[in-house]
């Protein structure tokens, strides 16, 4: 079966296994199958109703031609103040009243009724951070049917959508289309090094059956609108690839 290649390059790229909304946003070494699917959901155009079975299916790998190196960024949330808008003041006009409902905070107390509190002194300034892989340089392949990677590839090649490394902020460098392959699940050793490598031998990360290996929770669920990560077991090892191919 033949291979989609996916060319994941950028400044910045995050590949948390957290939920999105926790303070302190984490990023694995290295692009996650959940991740990969969810960027190719954007290039197919799905919405989040669409059954992604077909490609939770496929056979994952990712290949670290430029590793890169990670960095933090702290950041800060609220205690300032915002207008009442015209859309918010229209729907609920007893609001314009009280100016303390407007003072922005977050995480907003509860009071004794369990509703969010406007107090002034329960709406505190929220510190956390986001933690980003820095120029790396990432091949993915995902490997199953010749019509659905081909599918795949014509996607990525003019997406539905805007992609992504991960977050949002994370523009991707170069194309992410990069072909595909005859290779199967050995493509890691096969498909030459991209144009930023850094090592002749960089690591793989490859899907496996096997029980020792170590599971994450990264595994795309079956619909595209259940948030429930299942496990994937991944294991690793380093790979020597052609260089470059150097065009004339």
């Given at each position: ?12 790229q ?18 996650t ?65 009280d ?5 922005y ?46 599918t ?31 290779h ?27 029980p ?37």
């Amino acid at each position: 079966m033949p291979t989609v290649l996916l060319r994941l390059s950028g400044p910045l790229q995050a590949y948390g296994v957290h939920p999105a909304f926790e303070a302190h946003q984490d990023t694995l070494p290295r692009p996650t199958k959940s991740a990969v699917i969810g960027l190719l959901c954007n290039a197919l155009g799905y919405d989040h109703s669409a059954d992604t079975r077909h490609l939770a299916a496929l056979h994952f790998a990712v290949r670290a031609d430029r590793p890169g190196h990670l960095e933090r960024d702290d950041q800060t949330a609220g205690n300032g103040r915002f207008p009442l808008d015209a859309l918010t003041a229209s729907r609920h006009p007893q609001l314009a009243a009280d100016p303390h409902r407007f003072t922005y905070a977050a995480p907003r107390e509860t009071d004794a009724h369990g509703a969010a509190s406007w107090k002034p002194e329960t709406r505190k300034t929220v510190m956390g951070d986001q933690t980003y892989l820095a120029d790396a340089a990432f091949l993915a392949g995902l490997t199953g049917p010749r019509e659905l990677t081909d599918t795949l590839h014509q996607a990525l090649a003019r997406p539905a959508r805007l992609l992504y490394l991960g977050r949002r902020c994370c523009p991707p460098a170069h194309p992410i289309a990069h072909g595909t392959t005859d290779h199967t699940t050995d493509w890691p050793d096969h498909v030459p090094l991209l144009p930023e490598a850094t090592t002749p031998e960089p690591v793989c990360w490859q899907q496996t059956t096997d029980p020792t290996a170590p599971a994450l929770p990264e595994h795309p669920p079956t619909s595209y609108q259940l948030r429930d990560h299942r496990t994937l077991a991944m294991s690793s090892r380093p790979t020597t690839p052609p260089p470059e191919t150097e065009t004339p």
